[in-house]
């Protein structure tokens, strides 16, 4: 059987996506976004948290530090972004 060209497209559709805030904005059109995740240890069963700092694309230069944003996996933009900022989710005060 042969993959159909609706189940090869669909797997495309299926991209990242992070919910974090944004810690810089100094760059332009660039974000910095801090993206924080909780697990259990595999061994110990704690719970632990890890951080990342990803660099996201904001054409528009509209997102400033301390806004809850969701970004979205995309092609590499620069050295260091792979990410694109989709949506606010939360305004910062302010």
């Given at each position: ?10 797997a ?7 919910t974090?805030?944004?810690v ?5 059109k ?26 996201a694309h ?12 969701r ?20 305004r910062?005060?302010?």
């Amino acid at each position: 059987m042969t993959a159909t060209p609706e189940a090869a497209s669909g797997a495309r559709n299926r991209r990242k996506t992070r919910t974090g805030v944004v810690v810089s904005d100094v760059a332009d059109k660039t974000v910095t976004v801090l993206v924080a995740r909780q697990f259990a240890h595999p061994l110990y069963g704690k719970q632990v948290k890890r951080t990342r700092r990803y660099h996201a694309h904001d054409e528009t230069n509209q997102y400033r530090m301390g806004d809850t944003v969701r970004i979205v996996e995309t092609r590499p933009l620069s050295r260091t972004k792979r990410w694109r900022v989709a949506k606010l989710v939360d305004r910062a005060e302010g």
